[in-house]
């Protein structure tokens, strides 16, 4: 892979963690739902591709890199409870 090639995946990930920082209204469970995976899975994937380089990092600091501030803050600003139907989907797709 090029150096070129990377920069691009770098430009990607950070719009695709701008574009989910402005759909705050997107639930985790509603991307787990529709897609298999939500900011959480992003959060450990940051933490797992920075090992495979060498380096710790610690799943909080992910979070907070992906939700653009600590989690408990986010989850106290935007998350709202999940829904009967969403939890039902949910536990189907698991």
């Given at each position: 892979m090029s150096d070129r090639d990377t920069a691009i995946?770098?430009?990607?990930?950070?719009?695709?963690l701008a574009h989910?920082?402005?759909r705050k209204d997107v639930q985790n469970i509603d991307l787990m739902n529709l897609a298999g995976f939500c900011r959480n899975c992003l959060s450990k994937w940051y933490v797992a591709a920075a090992e495979e380089e060498g380096q710790s990092i610690d799943y909080e600091a992910a979070r907070e890199r992906v939700y653009g501030m600590p989690y408990s803050e986010w989850k106290t600003k935007y998350q709202k409870e999940a829904s009967a139907e969403q939890l039902a989907k949910f536990n189907q797709t698991q």
């Open positions: 995946e770098a430009a990607v990930f950070r719009r695709l989910l920082d402005e």
